[in-house]
Structure formats: C-alpha cells, structure tokens
C-alpha cells in the first residue's frame, strides 16, 4: 500500500493569510501525501477532467487551497451510466468478497489519517484533533458494514398452505446517488456508501462544493483498496452547477435510490425531484436539538455534555444542542459553571494549530446568521453572558446566552454557529412542550438523576436520537436518523443497510404436500 502511495508531499497553500486575528498571522499550508489530493472528478475508476475548475477555499483564511474539476450533467450522466454498468456485476460478488474490499478501504483510511484529517481542516475550517476523530468516525462505518455485508439475511416463513414454501430474498436496490453536506465530508459519505456498497449497490456521489477533497481522497483509497471500477464514483461540481447535476443524479431512471445529508429545505427539492421516478429515498435533515437540564442533573456532567454536544465543528453539525433548557433550580449554578467552562476551554483559531477547539464557520453568510440570531435575542430581553461578536472572517466568539424566550429567533431555527441560548423552566411538561414545539426532531438531550423522569421523557421527546445523561452520541453500532421534518430512514446499525435493499416475496408453489 505505501507503494502506490508515494511519499511525495503537495505543499497547496503559500501564501500569508490576511485578516486575521494577530495570533493567526502565521504560515498556514495544506501538506499531504500528493496521490490523495485529488482534483478531478472520478468516474469508472479513472480521474477525469471538466471544461472548467471551480476553487476551493480554506474558510479560516478566505485562501484559494484547490481547483476541482466543475462537472456538469454530462458527466454526472457518465457516471450513472457507469455505475449501472458496474451494478451487473458488483450484484454478484460474494458477500465475503465485498466485505473484504471494505475492510481494506477502512484499512487506508486508518492508514493515512493524519493527511486525510489535514484535507478536512483546510477545506472545511475543523479543528485538527476533531478531524483526526472524524476520519476514525468514518473509517468506523466501513469497517461496520464490512462485518454487516456477510449478515443480509432473508427469511423463510411458515406458508398458510402444505404445497408451498415462502421465502424472503434480500436484493440490493441498485444504483444509489449520494449527495452530502461540508461539515463531515468524509463520515456523511462513508457512513451512506459503506451500506450501498456492503448491499451490492453501485454509487455515484456528489460532495458538498465546499469540500471536494475529502471525497475524491475517498475515491483515491477506494481504488487502492480494490472497489472495482464504477461501484464508487465522485462528481464534484461548484454550486451554480449543483442543480442541473442534482437533477441528473435524482432523476435518471438509472438510479433506483437516493440518500441526502444536509438541510431540510434542499432535502425537499430532492424528494419532489425524485418523486417522478418513484425513487426510494433516504434524508438525513435539519435538526433543532432541545438539552435539557432538570433540577436533579448532576450539573458539572451537564456541563460537560454541553461543551461536547455544542462546540462540536464550532456548533456546525445536525446533532448540535441549540436550545438549551434549564431548570429554574439549577438555573444560575448550570450558566456559571458553563461560563467557567467555555473560558477555560474553548480557543478560537486556525484549525491546523494544536490547541484551537473553535475553527470558523463555514463561510461568512454563516457568520451573518449567528449575529442576527443574537441581535435579534438581545433586542427582545436576552442578555450576553459571553462572546456575542462576530470576529475577523466568518469567526464567532463562542456565546452565551442568558434569559432566552421562546419567541426569539435563535429558538426557532437551527444555528449552526457557537451560541448557547438558554431558556429558565419551571415543570418537566413546560420542557417537554417547548422541546417539541418544533417542526423538525432529530437529536434531543436531557440530564437527570430521576429515574422515572427518565423514561417519560425519553418517550415524550418527539426525535430519532435521544442522549440522557450524555452529550456525544453518533457510533456506527447505533442508528442515525431524525423524525418529522428531520428526515426518512435510519443510517449505521444493522438497520442501515436495509436502506439500499429491497425485500423480494418468492412463493415456491406446487410442492407435493
Ligand atoms: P448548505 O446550505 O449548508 O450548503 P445544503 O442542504 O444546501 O446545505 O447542501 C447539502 C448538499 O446538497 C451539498 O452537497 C449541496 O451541493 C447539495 N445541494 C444543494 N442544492 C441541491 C440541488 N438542487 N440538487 C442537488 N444537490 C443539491
């Protein structure tokens, strides 16, 4: 494997950044082993060139790191229609086969986890040592899914009549497109083409136009590990492409399937897109995570979940908290112990530097939502306890949020940035209520002692994943998934893969009874 992996570097970035804080003013350089950073598109197992290039940028410094091939619907066509040619036999390979492949391409990803961890810090501002934790993350669901491919079992059931037999097939659906976000672009792709591929699907994924790299990486220790040509192809294309591709990739009556990871509104214009061709779909969607702290938490492990489940990706990820309720008991001791928390904790930077937590946010439109959603808190009543300013670029101050209502803006819709609002209650059914009072219902969070407050509350919070006593959730054993307007379907587990199957009913008649 180091063989074909040369220990070549490929030095992207020169230049001194400008505008940023004083203690950023450095030398900042994306170095990784050259055969992993890839710029063209890959498509039948060979990189391919477009018309035009469009660039990639490093959020934290507004740096040009890379120019990516631009595919059109041409291209994205060219791929469908390789991997449906590549689906008549990858359909084929035994199980044991697959399984092998994958645990190869896991074996790479571990491999060269310091290079591909560097790629997501450039191209999506995380912080370094969440990104090595993002490739393990991601590596985990190959890993996973190999062990889950020799485990598709059918069923045989007892028939209703003597001269039959019933049997159960599971089949794998076909081609699936895979469209994900910037914020994981490595887990949001390994965790939906670990299942296609262990099912005996063919994918053609596009990646988020923000970061290409981590995906075409993916490709380049997909051909090293083995996935035959076609079974893994990656159309990166700039976001004024996106729509005629994304037209191609959700309705070509090639692909039989599917699965998205980003926001809810976008989700929405895949379905209606899909829904032509009757496409099974999966929609991993927007969340609006409640973390809810009763009187008997133990307040310092609240606090602790909170630093976990807020500051993650600088508050960039679907399972973020990003409504914090707090008992009227608990109230001051939870915002001083929090406080104390993000000042000693959190440290804002270029991710590549060893102790940054916060990187930036993705781009500064980001930024502006932040600030708004502050703004118009402080406007109706909230007061700032931390941060609340928007620094050089599209950094934020981490921010904390005292005596937040209801009706503000920050508790209605997803953040996606380092704000911790935080809303006083007074009765468990308050909390329940405002924690539902949401359209959408993917992660929740509580903390409490009670027992049997446990379990009302578990059963009343309207989400796919609930975390009691525990602010870090996601681990390929587990499902993934959210309900009401947070999506369809579940990823990871051993449910995962049933998304790219399908159940055929064979009935085995005229048997002599
Ligand atoms: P964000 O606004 O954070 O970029 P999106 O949900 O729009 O979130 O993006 C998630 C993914 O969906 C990205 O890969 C993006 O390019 C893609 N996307 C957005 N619009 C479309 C579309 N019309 N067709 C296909 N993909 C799309």
Redesign the pocket.
Known sequence: MSAVCLPRTCRLLRQVPRGLPAAMRRHFSLDVAAPLLRTQGFVNGRWVSAASVFPVLDPATGQEIARVADFGPAEAKQAVDAAHEAFQSWKHVTAKERSVVLRKWFDLLMLHRDDLASIITFECGKPIRESLGEISYSASFLEWFSEEARRIYGDIVPPPARDRKILLLKQPIGVASI????NFPSAMITRKVGAALAAGCTVVV?????TPLSALALAELAAQAGVPAGVFNVVPCS?DQ??S???V??TDPLVAKIS????T???K??LKMAADTVKKASMELGGHAPFIVFDSADVDRAVGGAMASKFRNSGQTCVCSNRFLVQSGIYERFLEKLGRAMDSELRVGHGSEPHTTQGPL?NAGAAEKVVQQISDAVSRGAKVLKGGKRLDGSFMEPTLLADVTADMLCTKEETFGPLVPVIRFDTEEEAVAVANASSVGLAGYFYSQDVGQIWRVVEALEVGIVGVNEGLLSTPEATFGGVKQSGLGREGSKYGIDEYLEVKYMCFGGLDP
Do not use: Q
């Open positions: 469209i994900t976000p910037w596009k990646p988020a136009e923000d976001r996106t729509p591709v994304g037209r990739l959700c998205f990871t980003g926001s509104n976008t989700g214009v895949l993705i």
